[in-house]
């Protein structure tokens, strides 16, 4: 069984900053990409940013300078540190993996979701 757990959402003040987790627990072999997504109120789901194994970093355009992902492979962990946020950044993040699993190999996971909302 593989878990993607996800914590550090909350309210926030447009320009201040929050840091979300999430942490892959269970029979993993290894992680590949991971990644954070995110859907506002009726719009579909979008990428935020991926990060690779090796650290390679990808983001969307709309994020690009005020957010960074990181991650630690030795905790299966990864990180979205969002700085300036603004009101359109209100949005469930949603964390993601492709992992390699010890048994039945390959498959990709989602976290549950945390709420980010940008608010005064």
């Known amino acids: 069984q593989v878990q993607l757990v996800e914590s550090g959402g909350g309210l926030v003040q447009p320009g201040g900053s929050l840091r979300l987790s999430c942490a892959a627990s269970?029979?993993?072999?290894?992680?590949?990409?991971m990644g954070w997504y995110r859907q506002a109120p009726t719009k579909e789901r979008e990428l935020v940013a991926t990060?690779?194994?090796?650290?390679?970093?990808n983001y969307a355009d709309s994020v690009k300078g005020r957010f960074t992902i990181s991650r630690d492979n030795a905790k299966k962990t990864v990180y979205l540190q969002m700085n300036s946020l603004k009101p359109e950044d209100t949005a469930v993040y949603y964390c993601?993996?492709?992992?390699?699993?010890?048994?039945?190999?390959?498959?990709?996971?989602w976290g549950q979701g945390t709420q980010v909302t940008v608010s005064s």
């Open positions: 993601n993996a492709d992992l390699v699993r010890w048994v039945a190999g390959t498959a990709n996971y």
């Open positions: 269970g029979s993993i072999f290894s992680i590949n990409t």
């Open positions: 990060i690779t194994s090796g650290g390679s970093t």
